[in-house]
């Protein structure tokens, strides 16, 4: 384990210390003892859907020339959530990109671009249902019209990231003259990446305009299943303000500083929805929030141990072929 993945373990345990020394684990399984199970089992059953539809937008990016097959696609899917348990940010997202470059997929600056904007969709998708919400949530205090004005800004600099090409290399040649040298680079290898997917996506906008409508429509799935768990629990949370609630929880879980978002996106939950449930309830939500990406990554795990073998038996042929 390098000293990045040991600091971010360590992060994320003190945060869950620090939760559960306020709010005792004792307290938080009389939750799942009272638990509604055909709602707690409908709302995690809701990954196998949302993995599938996931895994047919990324059929819907491949380029005509380059098509994917479905099953293919799944296992794509399922390698980088075992990936996102262990990187942070969703950097398991981005590794994607390798496999599907070394399986022959797709060229290497191709792949990166084409899951760069997948995941430009997938957080403006976030960002656009976040603000919605959060413009209709009742209670409006200072804190949230600032969480309201932030999200907005987000969803605005992203939407001109992906719709401005000169937008775009403004923001990245500013962020390549304030930035380190290791990082300059990295900034740098994402500017051509994104510059490339802005010549390829743009061309076909019937296409771009389903993605982006598939995109928004997976991210609204992704809300309902939480408001499920929320019924799975027997607590009453408001539709709409799940909407607004629920991204900000997920947004906290994305910072790159905790194992898996595990810490930030539990104690960012049971903050949020203080006004809807008691504490060890928000902890219980934070729990099977968890869920939803274990579960993909225990099915995804059979998938990694074939690439490993993968990996050392190439190894072992380039070996003995030198």
Avoid at 107 to 124: H, I, Q, R, T
Avoid at 170 to 180: K, N, Q, S, T, V
């Amino acid at each position: 384990m390098n000293l990045k993945r040991l600091i971010s373990l360590v992060i994320s345990l003190g945060f869950l210390v620090f939760l559960y020394s306020k709010i005792p684990f004792a307290n938080i399984i009389p939750v799942f003892l009272d638990a509604s199970m055909v709602w707690l089992v409908a709302s995690l059953a809701m990954v196998v859907p949302l993995t599938a539809v996931t895994a047919w937008r990324l059929c819907l990016l491949m380029p005509r020339q380059h098509p994917l097959k479905f099953l293919e696609s799944n296992r794509l899917i399922l390698l980088a959530s075992v990936l996102n348990m262990v990187l942070p940010s969703k950097m398991g997202d981005v590794a994607k990109a390798g496999f599907m470059a070394r399986k022959g997929h797709l060229p290497g600056s191709l792949a990166v671009s084409l899951v760069v904007f997948e995941k430009a969709c997938d957080m403006l998708s976030l960002l656009l249902w976040c603000v919605l919400g959060l413009l209709v949530y009742p209670t409006k205090d200072a804190l949230f019209w600032l969480m309201t004005a932030g999200t907005a800004a987000g969803l605005l600099g992203l939407g001109l990231l992906v719709g401005s090409r000169r937008f775009a290399a403004w923001f990245f040649h500013a962020a390549e003259r304030l930035a380190p040298g290791k990082v300059r680079q990295k900034i740098t290898r994402l500017h051509e990446s994104w510059i490339e997917m802005h010549g390829y996506f743009w061309k076909d906008r019937a296409n771009l305009a389903r993605i982006v409508f598939v995109s928004i429509g997976i991210w609204f799935l992704h809300l309902v299943q939480i408001w499920m768990f929320t019924v799975a629990i027997r607590e009453s949370v408001p539709f709409m303000a799940n909407l607004a609630l629920a991204p900000l929880g997920i947004l906290a879980g994305l910072l790159p500083l905790t194992f898996a978002g595990v810490g930030t996106r539990d104690a960012a939950l049971v903050l949020l929805y203080a006004p809807y449930m008691p504490e060890a309830a928000g902890a219980a939500l934070g729990v099977l929030c968890t869920m939803r990406y274990f579960l993909p990554a225990l099915a995804g795990l059979p998938f990694v141990g074939h690439e490993l073998a993968e990996f050392t038996a190439r190894r072992k042929a380039t070996s003995q072929a030198s």
